[in-house]
């Protein structure tokens, strides 16, 4: 697949030139080093502000910690990824960029599955990276059961599939508009109304946002549970991923 | 708690939260300084953002006030 | 052979092509006129199959444009009006991109590359941003792009319109050449004198219809030719009476004292004009023979 191989190359070449890959990596990487020590320094901060009996729900431990982290990528993250990518198509097709590459007879499926993949695999690394490091630096920091490493793995693994459906929802709203800002707000406002319709009975398995709940079970995950909400989630990016290369298909790029 | 760590651990662990820091903010300069143009903002007050906007001043910067596409 | 039957396109309410018709040989080279906002940038679109339209049917070699889009993008190359790049890469960058997805064979996509960057002459500027570039740089570049994969027919939206008088000259002559290949050539253009170096067949558009469509050398023999500029004084009637009745007058254009006699036989004409114009007494200001351009034609067909 010709299409797949020059896609790929280019989305390389956009993040590394266009600093996408910076942010991102900042998005995962830093606030997996800089949330647990800001965790730690916060009761030395607040010492004199609140009153003791407050304090020791200061204290907290490394699964805490992990769990502090995890809540801050779900929700910056999300920031990052959508703030960068929100332009993942809507920009091709806004400024006409896709005029000669659709002239030369490229094909959709390479386009729509070469950006998936190249940002499926960006993020699954740096999220693992992120994990990695967290789980180090609060080890380090927090007094209490120590968090194994395969378990914040598998942890983020499941965020990883989660980023992938984000993704995923992020290419087909992209291709619908000119206006990458669009796209994102769409996007972004799902991300919100997700944790509210979790709450509805039945519904909560359904959502792509259980893996985020069974990520931060850690070592009490059931994996049961969790390969459901994976195949799920999978099952609904590769049905988003197939409309996304039905409308690239059909679109007027000039 | 910090008070059982000396002053060079401290230091020790929060380096790699600086570095990265800093080297975001340097870049963020530099893609800021070589630009012809910059979007909605004037090149100075971005210049201040970069500076004192913490890890996200850089962030914003690079994702929404470079010019795409050079 | 590309054919064009009954091409309509709308954008929302509005018609924007009016069911055009027209078929150009292997070979030729295809000037399309019109001025600005007549819709040839869109019909470039519509054949090229970037965008669709709502009714009527292109034709490339026989096949039905809508159903063989695949097929049919591996013979063709468009330079749109506006090329538009990814901006942060390089030219050989870029032109490695579109080998890749114009299934050029792996191995000789260097070479295609060098060859091309040769003939716009951009080897100068190879690890220079696309980006950074200027509009006549951009259009070299487009059509090295749209050169790359050997197309068979080759869409040219105002190629000239940013380029430098040495710039214009080349892309002339590579459309000539391309002639000898027996590439197909469709090209717009508002430079007239640039359709009658290169043209073998022209259409005038106007306002989304076609309003000629001729081959130049007809063209040439059919409206290039000349008409007799004459100002007199004196009372005109009588004399736009009689040239109303003579057979080898088509037409007189009458501004002031300024006559415009348009004629069917030049040759006859220079010799029987003097005579009219003796046996009305009239005062001969001055009696000119001017030669038809393919700007007039433009000009009185899109006035109508
Ligand atoms: N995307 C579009 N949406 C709505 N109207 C359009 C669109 N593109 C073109 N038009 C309209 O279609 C008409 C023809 O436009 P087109 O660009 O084909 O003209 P053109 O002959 O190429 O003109 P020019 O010489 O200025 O390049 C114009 O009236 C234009 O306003
Ligand atoms: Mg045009």
Redesign the interface.
């Known amino acids: 697949m010709r299409t797949f191989k020059a896609y790929f190359k280019k989305e390389i070449i956009e993040s590394w030139r266009q600093y996408r890959y910076l942010v991102l990596a900042v998005g995962f990487i830093f606030f997996a080093i800089a949330d647990p020590l800001m965790l730690k320094i916060l009761p030395t901060i607040l010492k004199n502000q609140i009153p003791a009996e407050m304090m020791q729900f200061m204290q907290f431990d490394p699964v805490q910690a992990v769990a502090n982290y995890m809540k801050d990528i779900y929700q910056l993250g999300n920031l990052f990824v959508i703030l960068s990518l929100m332009g993942i198509i809507s920009d091709e097709i806004g400024q006409e960029k896709l005029v000669f590459p659709y002239s030369k007879g490229s094909k959709s499926e390479g386009i729509v599955l070469a950006k998936s993949i190249h940002y499926s695999l960006t993020l699954l690394f740096l999220i693992l990276v992120g994990f990695i490091l967290n789980t180090y630096y609060v080890n380090l920091l927090f007094e209490g059961v120590i968090v194994g490493y395969a378990d914040t793995l598998r942890s983020g693994l499941l965020f990883a599939i989660y980023y992938i459906f984000t993704i995923s929802l992020l290419l087909l709203f992209s291709s619908f508009t000119r206006k990458g800002l669009v796209a994102g707000m769409i996007v972004l406002l799902f991300n919100y109304i997700e944790p509210v319709l979790y709450n509805i009975k039945g519904l909560a398995d359904w959502l792509p946002y259980n893996l985020v709940r069974q990520a931060n079970m850690l070592g009490d995950l059931n994996m049961s549970i969790a390969w459901k909400s994976i195949l799920t989630t999978l099952l609904y990016a590769i049905i988003l991923q197939a409309l996304t290369i039905w409308r690239m298909k059909r679109v007027e790029v000039i | ?2 008070a059982d760590m000396s002053v060079m651990e401290i230091i020790q ?2 380096l ?2 600086l570095v ?2 800093l080297i ?1 903010m340097i ?1 963020a300069l530099f ?1 800021l300084v070589k630009a012809e143009k910059v979007r909605f903002l004037p090149k100075w007050v971005w210049a201040v953002i970069i500076v004192l906007g913490e ?1 996200l001043g850089p ?1 914003i910067f ?3 006030g ?1 010019e ?3 | 052979m590309l054919q064009v039957k009954n091409l309509v396109k709308n954008y929302g309410s509005v018609m924007v092509l009016k069911g055009i018709n027209f078929s150009i040989g292997a070979g030729t080279v295809f000037g399309f006129l019109g001025p600005n906002g007549a819709g040839k940038s869109t019909t470039m679109n519509v054949l090229t199959g970037l965008i669709d339209f709502q009714d009527g049917q292109v034709l490339i070699d026989g096949l039905d444009l809508r159903k063989n889009k695949d097929a049919l993008r591996q013979r063709i190359g468009y330079l749109p009006e506006n090329p538009v790049y990814y901006g942060y890469m390089n030219a050989p960058e870029y032109l490695r991109m579109i080998g890749d997805l114009s299934c050029y064979p792996q191995k000789e996509i260097s070479k295609r590359i060098d060859e091309l960057l040769e003939l716009v002459q951009l080897t100068d500027v190879t690890r220079r941003r696309i980006g950074k570039y200027s509009r006549g740089m951009k259009q070299r570049l487009g059509l090295a792009v749209a050169l790359f994969n050997h197309p068979q027919y080759l869409f040219l939206d105002e190629p000239t319109s940013a380029l430098d008088p040495q710039g214009r000259m080349d892309m002339l002559n590579l459309v000539e050449q391309l002639k000898n290949l027996e590439i197909t050539v469709f090209l717009s253009t508002h430079i007239l004198a640039d359709v009658e170096r290169v043209c073998d067949r022209v259409s005038i558009l106007h306002q989304g219809e076609i309003r000629l469509t001729e081959d130049m050398n007809e063209l040439r023999q059919k409206f290039i030719q000349p008409i007799f500029d004459l100002e007199v004084t004196g009372q005109l009637d009588a004399i736009l009476t009689k040239f109303s009745g003579l057979d080898w007058v088509q037409d007189v254009k009458v501004e002031d004292s300024q006559l415009s006699v348009y004629v069917s036989d030049p040759e006859m004409a220079k010799y029987k004009l003097p005579e009219v114009i003796a046996d009305f007494n009239l005062g001969l200001v001055s009696y000119k023979i001017r030669q038809i351009t393919l700007e007039d034609i433009f000009v009185r067909m899109v006035k109508i």
Do not use: G, S
């Open positions: 708690m910090f662990l929060l790699p939260v990265i820091q975001l870049t893609v890890i962030i690079l994702t929404v470079r795409k596409d050079v």
